[in-house]
């Protein structure tokens, strides 16, 4: 069995096929960027994309995934390995206060940007929806994602032109 995370496949064992994928992510892939956080799938703290969905994974076990692309937070890079336009709109639109529904909120605005280019206010928030956020009361946010679909509208249709894999 094999697992494709940012661009990169793992063999995986039955043992660990078995495991809840937030487990197999942050500790046997290192990639910390995901949080878990409410344990049942109700927050979004967990949110990766598979397929360009988004998915909670704080309830998903690994064999669940498999031969399917997964992509952390770590895995969306800009040109050059910078940081990908949708996080900068975050960090300019002042949508980041303690990071820890970050991730999630961004894979799930860059799911919804992949798909449709333009959304309105009111299908950004639909989008957001069930990504819980403590902090900045959802106005920022929305703000980063409308500012950045405007650079949407020049990437080609797929997750590949937006990954770059760690090395």
Do not use: W
């Not at 487990?23 to 409410?38: M, P």
């Not at 798909?115 to 106005?139: D, F, K, M, V």
């Amino acid at each position: 069995m094999t697992i494709t995370v940012n661009g990169r496949d793992y063999p995986v064992h039955e043992a660990q096929g078995e495991m809840r994928l937030i487990q197999f992510i942050r500790e046997d892939l290192d990639l910390t960027g995901v949080k878990n956080a409410c344990d049942i799938g109700a927050c979004g703290a967990c949110t990766l994309l598979v397929d360009e969905q988004p998915m909670r994974i704080c309830t998903t076990r690994v064999k669940d995934v498999a031969g399917h692309r997964v992509l952390t937070i770590e895995g969306l890079r800009g040109d050059g390995g910078g940081l990908h336009p949708l996080q900068q709109a975050f960090i300019d639109a002042g949508a980041i206060q303690c990071g820890f529904c970050t991730p999630g909120m961004v894979l799930t605005a860059h799911a919804l940007l992949l798909h449709h280019a333009r959304p309105s206010r009111a299908e950004i928030r639909r989008a957001i929806y069930t990504n819980l956020c403590r902090c900045t009361g959802y106005q920022q946010i929305v703000d980063a994602i409308e500012a950045a679909a405007v650079c949407y509208e020049q990437i080609p249709h797929g997750i590949p032109e937006t990954l770059n894999p760690r090395p």
